[in-house]
């Protein structure tokens, strides 16, 4: 997947670049730093660790039918280092959308080995596009849905893993301990 040229290539990676960019304008225009429906759930948590009685059971407690284990710690670690500024929360969503477009475009460098410069680069703008499209614009301004995100980034690492090194020990590792994340995320 040779480049057509340099400036091509730049052209192509602005391009990819603009959906993240509009999202993270969005978000810093439209997000507001007050909890929003469950996400006043995390209240309890925050009183019982700001009095060093949050437990384990705290943590693994079911939210409605889902066991969201690991975006609690991250939800409270970012209500800790913001002292519940909910815009961190926001900026971590965009954040982990970033991270699903790079294991997006790792699974796409392992797939498409023969398709065209353009068509590659055209596959990737599309996927920008989705990942960071603006028509989840509830899931931009809402700090609680870091579950959807990590999950999503996850079940994407995960799949990562096992195409990566199909048969391998290395990638069934990865791909278990993602699974693990994603499970109790929101899967």
């Keep these: 997947m040779a480049s057509n040229s340099p400036k091509g290539s730049i052209l192509y990676l602005f391009s990819i670049l603009i959906p993240p960019f509009i999202i993270l304008s969005l978000v810093s225009s439209y997000g507001v ?25 705290d943590l693994w407690q079911q939210h409605n039918e889902h066991r969201i284990f690991f975006p609690k710690l991250i939800m409270l670690g970012l209500a800790w280092l913001s002292n519940w500024n909910i815009m961190l929360e926001l900026y971590t969503n965009v954040f982990l959308a970033g991270f699903i477009m790079v294991f997006l475009w790792l699974l796409l460098r392992q797939c498409l080995n023969d398709c065209s410069f353009k068509t590659y680069w055209l596959l990737l703008l599309i996927t920008s596009s989705l990942v960071f499209s603006a028509v989840q614009h509830e899931n931009w301004t809402w700090g609680w849905q870091i579950q959807i995100f ?27 301990t993602s699974a693990v994340v994603a499970s109790y995320s929101f899967n």
């Design 33 to 57: 730093a007050v909890p929003f429906l469950d996400q006043w759930e995390l209240a309890s948590l925050l009183q019982k660790f700001s009095e060093d009685k949050l437990g384990l059971f």
């Design 150 to 176: 990590l999950s999503i980034l996850a079940t994407v690492i995960s799949v990562w893993g096992v195409t990566g090194w199909p048969g391998q020990s290395k990638g069934l590792l990865i791909s278990a």
